[in-house]
Antibody, heavy 121, light 113 residues
């Protein structure tokens, strides 16, 4: 069965960096676009970034553009999110999610359990 | 401020029917982009409930149904059950020149009375 397992969350000071990972299994990882979605405490879901199945294209929400970088290693079935210049407002649970269709409008058919990132001094 | 607007909460007794609206604009739902719906229990992975406006993934009960018209979409839950108590989010796509932009609704908490 499809499994997505995030890791790498934790407490980090404002301005510092953190890298999240998402280990995928149960499907052919290199065939699917992948996303990061986050949920701040008490807030709704917010899309963060997408990377195409082959890594050829990457797109970001305006709130993280220039600070976050999405990447993938198809040989390791792993998705990454490098987060730099972190701010208090980046505090959230970060989910990785698989794109069902690819190259379009979603949906996100499988999600991980999430990893918590807390940005605080 | 979410691009798609949902009511903060809806409630119903077991067995009743509830609906959740999702209102967008001409740059997202009204532009013809599909709407998808997710069920989210705190501390768990969100679950895809409806995709492509009306389609249910395998394993989702037919008590859940979706519809779309103009700049809005709706999720209906019939025969409400205690296990349906959760947060529900709509999701679509919003056009921008710089590339894909996936947008979520503000979320609706369903309470089973």
């Amino acid at each position: 069965q499809v499994q997505l397992v995030e890791s790498g969350g934790g407490v980090v000071q404002p301005g510092r960096s953190l890298r999240l990972s998402c280990a995928a299994s149960g499907f052919t990882f290199r065939n699917n676009d992948m996303h990061w979605v986050r949920q701040a405490p008490g807030k709704g879901l917010e899309w963060v970034a997408v990377i195409w199945y082959d890594g050829s294209n990457k797109y970001y929400a305006d709130s993280v553009k220039g600070r976050f970088t999405i990447s993938r290693d198809n040989s390791k079935n792993t998705l990454y999110l490098q987060m730099n210049s972190l701010r208090a407002e980046d505090t959230a649970v970060y989910y990785c999610a698989r794109d069902k269709m690819g190259g379009g409008t979603g949906p996100f058919d499988y999600w991980g359990q999430g990893t918590l990132v807390t940005v605080s001094s | 401020q979410s691009v798609l607007t949902q009511p903060p909460s809806v409630s119903g007794a077991p067995g009743q029917r509830v609906t959740i609206s999702c209102t967008g604009s001409s740059s997202n739902i009204g532009a013809g982009y599909d709407v998808h719906w997710y069920q989210h229990l705190p501390g768990t992975a969100p679950k895809l409930l409806i995709y492509g406006n009306i389609n249910r993934p395998s394993g989702v009960p037919d008590r859940f149904s979706g519809s779309k018209s103009g700049t809005s979409a709706s999720l209906a839950i019939t025969g409400l059950q205690a296990e349906d108590e959760a947060d529900y989010y709509c999701q679509s796509y919003d056009y921008r020149v710089s590339g894909p932009n996936y947008v979520f609704g503000s979320g609706t908490k369903v309470t089973v009375l």
